[in-house]
């Protein structure tokens, strides 16, 4: 299979995809404003399940706001006490986004850090990843290795959507 890039960038294109940008964005910073109404409703008892918690820290570590004073506040008062109250319930992927973020945070909390460490060596990384067969949700194949097969080949607006531009091919 061949694959065609085009040599030259439109500037309809460029404007285009900068615009989408810029709406994503938009679209996440007033998302982040319900997320943070969303932890200080006045409920009797927060129990959120714990891959919510993660989910949120890599959220706003991923994007830049972690470090902001509402953050700092959420992940103190509300994310930190859920990891570590439901800690047993933390999957790689959980833990993984946890140590992410609070790295990204530069959040260095003893306890934190250690519970990460003992559900690092709790848990079994050793996973047979699968893939569901066509047309057959309840079915499932191992995975053969082509899947990535055309990674190289995103494009400049994947790029610039996934990797905010570090691996664009392009100059500015």
Known sequence: ?????????????????????????????????????????????????VAFAANALYVLARNGLAQT????KLIHERLIPL????????????????AYALSEAKIWDEATWAMLKEQILKHDFNYQMVK???????????????????????????RDLFFEGKYSNRES
């Not at 949700?137 to 400049?156: A, R, V, W, Y």
């Open 1 to 49: 299979m061949k694959v065609f890039k085009p040599k030259l960038y439109s500037s309809l294109t460029s404007n285009y995809n900068n615009s989408a940008l810029a709406s994503v964005r938009r679209d996440l910073e007033e998302g982040m404003k319900c997320l943070y109404r969303l932890f200080y409703v006045e409920k009797k008892e927060y129990d959120m399940p």
């Open 69 to 72: 004073p509402e953050s700092n």
């Open 83 to 98: 990891l570590l109250k439901k800690q047993d319930y933390l999957h790689a992927e959980g833990l993984a986004m946890t």
């Open 132 to 158: 569901n067969t066509r047309w057959n949700p309840s079915k499932f194949t191992t995975l053969s290795g082509k899947e990535h097969l055309l990674e190289s080949e995103i494009n400049d607006l994947g």
